[in-house]
T-cell receptor, first 114, second 114 residues
Framework: QQQVKQSPQSLIVQKGGISIINCAYENTAFDYFPWYQQFPGKGPALLIAIRPDVSEKKEGRFTISFNKSAKQFSLHIMDSQPGDSATYFCAASKGTSNTGKLIFGQGTTLQVKP | KAGVTQTPRYLIKTRGQQVTLSCSPISGHRSVSWYQQTPGQGLQFLFEYFSETQRNKGNFPGRFSGRQFSNSRSEMNVSTLELGDSALYLC?????????????FGEGSWLTVV
């Protein structure tokens, strides 16, 4: 059972545009929602994360919007750059007993055209 | 500070053989988890170790096993390899257990089963 659904599967954005990736989850026990960025041949790297008691978190050009009632969260990349071209994964985890157990979305391949 | 180190980076095994992958977490990190990444299934949690004890296990057959040593280094083993085990195996570490502790990934071990 897929607990975190991510869309779109792929995304093409012009340089300077806004990239938006959406995720929806099912389990209301999830209490930590990170986004990871992965370049080819590399492991995923944490971009930004949010907890459900906050509706928005911004770090530089990256913003997470969180809608607890809808069980959805999204990543916005402002002023997208070619260097942002990578695969992005949303994830969720729950409680202290499941630290290392991240449930990942299927990933979104982002291409930013110059 | 060195990141999560995984060895070997690439290996090719024959169906029916077994394989052992090694992971050195970030210095001071006590929690180590393993993930399998494939194009079809995405990133899937294998297991998590903390203080040399398996704390969580994903939905993988018993052919997949792991262990953690007193210095927090970890190994995972896959016995009786199948073609479908071909994947990128990622090790991740975090300082402590508890949702919200940043999880850092290594670059992975690419396993090809022929």
């Amino acid at each position: 059972q897929q607990q975190v659904k991510q869309s779109p599967q792929s995304l093409i954005v012009q340089k300077g545009g806004i990239s938006i990736i959406n995720c929806a989850y099912e389990n209301t026990a999830f209490d930590y929602f990170p986004w990871y960025q992965q370049f080819p041949g590399k492991g995923p790297a944490l971009l930004i994360a949010i907890r459900p008691d906050v509706s928005e978190k911004k770090e530089g050009r990256f913003t997470i919007s969180f809608n607890k009632s809808a069980k959805q969260f999204s990543l916005h990349i402002m002023d997208s750059q070619p260097g942002d071209s990578a695969t992005y994964f949303c994830a969720a985890s729950k409680g202290t007993s499941n630290t290392g157990k991240l449930i990942f979305g299927q990933g979104t391949t982002l291409q930013v055209k110059p | 500070k060195a990141g999560v180190t995984q060895t070997p980076r690439y290996l090719i095994k024959t169906r029916g053989q077994q394989v052992t992958l090694s992971c050195s977490p970030i210095s001071g990190h006590r929690s180590v988890s393993w993930y399998q990444q494939t194009p079809g299934q995405g990133l899937q949690f294998l297991f998590e170790y903390f203080s040399e004890t398996q704390r969580n296990k994903g939905n993988f057959p018993g052919r997949f096993s792991g262990r953690q040593f007193s210095n927090s280094r970890s190994e995972m083993n896959v016995s009786t390899l199948e073609l479908g085990d071909s994947a990128l195996y990622l090790c991740a570490s975090s300082l402590e257990r508890g949702s919200g502790n940043t999880i850092y990934f290594g670059e992975g071990s690419w396993l090809t089963v022929v």
